[in-house]
């Protein structure tokens, strides 16, 4: 997530230079947006760890295929392998067995938004963990991202909220999962100062699979790929080849040339992009709740955000 600009200063001007990393970084956004939807659709077919197998399999044939083109790929020490294992066991294995099996109950456009909580949940544990200050503005911009996930998972139903009865447990799951994420970015951040970002993925991604495997072999699923139809095996694909390759491929490639601040601040549009699509493609109504719910999360998220995003552009 850092490095500097791969085309000379003098080649280009600086906004023909940002054009394409932006395109490529807006098409990842847009893929990771559709995952979710063709998470759904495919969990019609086969199980939760059916999916992960497959999908995350052909993620790691994708990416080790680039990183072997563009002669990046290299073997990491066996001092690393163990916090390698730790990563992929927590970002990849148990991250999607939260995401897939909450995606069971919940919709897809609901998933989005709690998942855009990530950041706020990065701030709380860099406030516990490494007691980093908060500030009003943080703590602020918290507050009213939860408003926007109770409005969200209660649908807007105010005798829910005030009895403190909403959320289901898919509601919970996917609220784990983006805990979950913000540990994971917060543990990654030790390898990414040693190993390009592409690469670290690929490891993460290859431990992660293998550890999916004891799930999918030996939790009783009956194997059911079999019960795949042309439908399910197009999500599947797109899952594999395009989330968990061709999607991360182009996030890395942008931040390579961007700040972290441009490319991050497009992820804002990803659940605008799973309800559009679910909207779409699977019919989903959308409701005046999950709209108002959606823009406090997404304020909430700046507000924590934006003091970084300010210092970055600043500098």
Not at 1 to 24: D, W
Not at 295 to 315: A, D
Request: net charge positive.
């Amino acid at each position: 997530m850092r490095g500097p600009p791969l085309v000379p200063l003098n080649s280009t001007s600086p906004s023909a230079r940002e054009f394409v990393p932006i395109v490529k970084a807006s098409i990842a956004v847009a893929i990771w947006g559709v995952s979710f939807v063709s998470t759904k659709v495919s969990l019609t077919e086969v199980a939760p760890s059916t999916i992960v197998w497959i999908r995350f399999g052909m993620g790691v044939l994708v990416l080790l295929a680039v990183l072997i083109y563009k002669k990046q790929f290299k073997r990491i020490p066996i001092k690393d392998v163990s916090y390698f294992a730790f990563l992929g066991f927590l970002g990849i294995t148990f991250h999607q067995w939260l995401q897939t099996h909450a995606l069971q109950t919940i919709s897809p456009t609901t998933t989005s938004w709690i998942v855009t909580t990530t950041p706020v949940f990065m701030a709380l544990l860099g406030w516990v963990l490494l007691r980093e200050y908060l500030g009003w503005q943080r703590i602020l911009g918290i507050g009213i991202a939860t408003f926007g996930v109770i409005m969200v998972v209660s649908h807007g139903a105010w005798d829910i909220i005030w009895s403190f009865q909403f959320g289901t447990l898919g509601d919970f799951l996917i609220l784990l999962s983006a805990l979950n994420w913000a540990f994971f970015s917060v543990a990654s951040r030790r390898v990414l100062q040693r190993y390009e970002p592409a690469l670290m993925m690929f490891y993460v991604m290859l431990f992660g699979w293998l550890f999916s495997c004891l799930e999918f072999f030996f939790a009783g699923n009956g194997f059911d790929i079999d019960r795949l139809t042309s439908t399910g095996w197009n999500h599947i694909l797109f899952l594999g080849i395009f989330c968990s390759g061709v999607a991360y491929i182009f996030w890395y490639d942008s931040l390579k040339v961007l700040k972290a601040s441009q490319v991050g601040a497009l992820l804002y549009f990803e659940p605008i992009t799973t309800l559009i699509f679910a909207s779409w493609y699977l019919g989903e109504i959308i409701t005046l709740a999950s709209l108002v719910g959606g823009g406090f999360i997404l304020i909430g998220v700046w507000l924590v955000n934006k003091r970084y995003i300010t210092k970055e552009t600043s500098s």
